[in-house]
């Protein structure tokens, strides 16, 4: 922590409370985080330092939200999410710093893109708490694709949640079903991750001491996000999220 100046680490905790914010209000807001935390600290480090971040945010996630996650869904994303962490994990043995920051940044435009274009459907809403994607060909085709793609974003670059906020909306969730069924996706995923994160040295007792520092301030965004969620103005705040995202993918492209 001695390395870092006050506003990086200024920039960090602002980027932790967004945590918080996001796994409580809108997922795949950490995006910007992921940004910020790829910026500041080596690209292939910040992705072991977010982890553990991300996790304590998945945990206050599922308190909240515990009760409205459809298990059917889940269960049909895991074994294509298994194949993309693994063969995330490979990358992550031969890439660089460059390789990862290049990753990192090509990967938050694409889903930047993707989102664009994803928001000019307007897809047939399910009931609260339920799933649009049934159990045919087409749905468990479309679970396997946004599963091992989730999987492999997540293991890379811990940007797994543009990518199933895509799958969960274009499936017909809505707002409580949408984020209860992403906190105990990433709760599970995130944690399965770790043994893999450690094995590749991405997690040591140096990053574990920083996020200690950290984690405290994904409480207070959790809590505000908890506040919000039912008065957030959501077209304008996907406007902001989309606009930051691209600028810090052509940051980290750029740099």
Known sequence: MDTHTLWQLAALAAASTLVGFSKTAVSGANTISLAVFAAVLPARESTGVLLP????????????YRRHAHWPTLLRLFPAVAVGVVAGTFFMMWADDDAVRTSIGAILLFMAGVTLWRRRERPERAPEG??????????????????????????????????????????????????????????????????????????????????????????????????????????????????????????????
């Open 53 to 64: 971040i991300l996790i304590a945010g998945d945990i206050l996630a599922v308190l909240v």
């Open 130 to 255: 339920e799933g649009g994607d049934g159990p045919s060909h087409g749905g468990r085709f479309k679970a396997r694709s946004y599963g091992a793609l989730g999987g492999f974003t997540t293991m890379v670059a811990n940007a797994g949640g543009p990518v199933m906020s895509l799958y969960l909306l274009s499936a017909g969730f809505r707002k409580l079903g949408f984020l209860g069924t992403s906190a105990w996706f990433f709760l599970i995923v995130n944690t399965s991750k770790v043994p893999f994160s450690v094995g590749l040295g991405l997690i040591d007792a140096r990053s574990l001491l920083l996020d200690a520092a950290l984690v405290l301030f994904v409480i207070p965004g959790a809590y505000l996000g908890r506040a919000c969620v039912g008065r957030i103005n959501q077209k304008l705040f996907d406007r902001i999220v989309i606009g930051a995202t691209v600028l810090g993918g052509l940051q980290l492209l750029l740099r």
